[in-house]
């Protein structure tokens, strides 16, 4: 797998102070993954070392009150170039940082006081579909890096949603369910990929343009995936007129929320229909019963 990280985790001697953050066990747990290292401070034109700075409102200011809100802003603009253009869709980066902490960074104080928000780069990122870690969740990397990856997607027509009922295929856990079109990755394949490829097979349809809104992560007691989560209404071709694992129908959207499906598939379609921001959810199920769910989503731009 192809993975943003932030330099400083890698050894690389780019903290304001000119030291770094090396995370042997980040690294042992990483050595089989293809690695890309930012620093999106110095990539936004900051030099080492440097004066430090923390996140205040809109602004990111240094400790003698110089705004550094460009140089920021470029360096967070290059990182997500730099993922894109390696297909790294997951990053994990520095806690904390103005730059590339998640969910809790300094809070422009300089007493070290947290607030909860995003770095400027974190928030960029999860914006734009990449999953976001920080080296203090080592423990759910692990489990991320395990699961099984599917893609799900919800090819649209006018007010329709191209649905697959799943009601010919053995031993199928989704059997007598409505979902998206979709599937596992393969070895070597990235979402993307895999997207394109399942929905031809499954549909006989060629998709011209797609857009990610969000992941899913499923756990269902000894069992994890996580799914990639698209959007399309740009495609060519004519409709399969059978698939073999179930009837392929344009569904009205309005009438989505009435199918048999997961429960879990109901909160993230609603999530879909009402904004255009990624999310991540996860949903943790008892066998058929959904028991519990949590909803990340991106900040407005």
């Known amino acids: 797998m192809n993975i943003l990280i932030s330099a400083c985790l890698l050894g690389e001697n780019c903290k304001y102070d000119g030291g770094n953050n090396l995370n042997e066990p980040l690294l042992?747990?990483?050595?089989?993954?293809?690695?890309?290292?930012?620093?999106?401070?110095?990539?936004?034109?900051?030099?080492?070392?440097?004066?430090?700075?923390?996140?205040?409102?809109?602004?990111?200011?240094?400790?003698?009150?110089e705004d550094v809100t460009a140089q920021y802003i470029k360096g967070a603009d290059l990182a997500l170039k730099t993922a894109k253009e390696n297909n790294c869709y997951i990053a994990i980066l520095k806690a904390r940082s103005p730059s590339c902490g998640k969910g809790v960074i300094y809070d422009g104080s300089f007493n070290r006081t947290t607030v909860f928000r995003d770095g400027v780069t974190a928030e960029l990122l999860f914006k734009n579909g990449i999953e976001v870690y920080t080296e203090e969740e080592i423990d759910k990397i692990e489990e991320r890096l395990s699961m099984r990856e599917t893609t799900l997607c919800h090819i649209e027509r006018d007010k329709e949603v191209l649905m697959l009922y799943r009601n010919r295929k053995k031993n199928d856990y989704n059997e007598g369910k409505w979902i998206g079109v979709g599937g596992k990755l393969e070895k070597g394949e990235t979402p993307e990929e895999c997207l394109k490829r399942e929905v031809l097979e499954e549909t006989d349809?060629?998709?011209?343009?797609?857009?990610?809104?969000?992941v899913v992560v499923f756990?269902?007691?000894?069992?994890?995936?996580?799914?990639?989560?698209?959007?399309?209404?740009?495609?060519?071709?004519?409709?399969?007129?059978?698939?073999?694992?179930?009837?392929?129908?344009?569904?009205?959207?309005?009438?989505?929320?009435?199918?048999?499906?997961?429960?879990?598939?109901?909160?993230?379609?609603?999530?879909?229909?009402?904004?255009?921001?990624?999310?991540?959810?996860?949903?943790?199920y008892d066998g058929d019963n959904l028991i519990d769910h949590k909803v990340e989503i991106s900040e407005e731009n």
């Open 28 to 65: 042992n747990l990483l050595k089989w993954h293809s690695l890309y290292p930012v620093c999106p401070e110095m990539m936004g034109g900051l030099s080492v070392p440097r004066v430090p700075s923390e996140r205040k409102g809109d602004r990111v200011l240094n400790k003698e009150g």
């Open 205 to 214: 349809l060629k998709l011209l343009n797609f857009r990610k809104c969000g």
């Open 219 to 284: 756990k269902q007691n000894d069992y994890s995936e996580i799914m990639h989560v698209y959007k399309s209404n740009e495609f060519f071709g004519k409709l399969k007129a059978d698939s073999d694992e179930g009837e392929l129908r344009w569904v009205e959207k309005e009438n989505l929320q009435t199918l048999p499906m997961w429960e879990g598939d109901k909160i993230f379609i609603d999530i879909m229909e009402s904004t255009d921001r990624f999310f991540k959810v996860e949903l943790i």
